[in-house]
């Protein structure tokens, strides 16, 4: 069994939160990680700006669970957008060549739906395995990636 663990970013501090209350009860800017078994990681976020305020890392809901009705469809430009927009909050001084940087570097941790039935599936379960690269780490990288501490309970 994978690694799982939920946390809230609220101001400078990290803290442990329950999964199903969300979003929580804080004042924007927040940011809660939901890692599932090593697996999934769901990034819900306030202010979600131009993203629905969630966005996924490793695997999607509706692509782990095989089950389209897991999650709502994942626009990865959407929610790397979103949380450039988070980020841009957080960066006052950043202009939008920064934003773009930032939103270009954070797609790069998002993951999209696939269909465990199409050809793709299986080489993109290969490419994933062999950057051996669980969703704790991709995690930590997109934290690092939005200018915040990893939670020292993460596990790297």
Do not use: N
Request: hydrophobic letters at 40%; charged letters at 25%.
């Amino acid at each position: 069994m994978g690694f799982s663990g939920t946390y809230l970013r609220t101001g400078d501090d990290w803290s442990d939160h329950d999964p199903d209350d969300v979003p929580p009860p804080a004042a924007e800017p927040w940011l809660l990680v939901d890692i599932y078994d090593s697996d999934i990681a769901t990034v819900s976020y306030g202010p979600a700006g131009p993203g629905s305020g969630v966005a996924y890392l490793g695997d999607t809901p509706r692509a782990y669970f095989d089950d389209p009705d897991a999650s709502a469809p994942t626009d990865v430009t959407r929610e790397a957008a979103g949380l450039a927009h988070w980020w841009a909050r957080q960066h006052p001084a950043a202009g939008a060549p920064q934003r773009a940087a930032k939103q270009a570097e954070i797609a790069t941790y998002l993951a999209a739906d696939r269909d465990r039935g199409d050809d793709d599936w299986d080489d993109a379960v290969d490419d994933a395995a062999a950057a051996d690269v669980f969703v704790e780490t991709r995690t930590a990288r997109l934290l690092t990636a939005l200018g915040l501490p990893v939670p020292d309970e993460l596990p790297l």
